[in-house]
Nanobody, 115 residues
Framework: QVQLVESGGGLVQPGGSLRLSCAAS????????MRWYRQAPGKQRELVAG???????NYADPVKGRFTISRDNALNTVYLQMNSLKFEDTAVYYC?????????WGKGTLVTVSS
């Protein structure tokens, strides 16, 4: 069983920045494929960014060039640096881990972009 705990959400003005963190349990973190998803009000959950155990990354088109996913295997933590935030980035952001053919989710952290 892998537990994921997100933190770092909050209220930010358009153009601002936030860094989300996701702390994972387990001793095989370096093998986890990690992803960030988000779900805006009234919309389906969507993939934001992913990072493999080897450090390869991918991003959804709406966040390319603005968001950066990274990981610190020593701390069992994955990050999502979000810059140049827009109103449409408002959502609950979820951390996701895929390891040994199983998928795990955190409870989410709310990001609100508002002036």
């Amino acid at each position: 069983q892998v537990q994921l705990v997100e933190s770092g959400g909050g209220l930010v003005q358009p153009g601002g920045s936030l860094r989300l963190s996701c702390a994972a349990s387990g001793s095989l973190f370096n093998m986890y494929n990690m992803r960030w998803y988000r779900q805006a009000p009234g919309k389906q959950r969507e993939l934001v960014a992913g990072i493999t155990g080897g450090g390869s990354t991918n991003y959804a088109d709406p966040v390319k060039g603005r968001f950066t996913i990274s990981r610190d295997n020593a701390l069992n933590t994955v990050y999502l640096q979000m810059n140049s935030l827009k109103f449409e980035d408002t959502a609950v952001y979820y951390c996701n881990a895929f390891v040994l053919y199983k998928e795990y989710w955190g409870k989410g952290t709310l990001v609100t972009v508002s002036s």
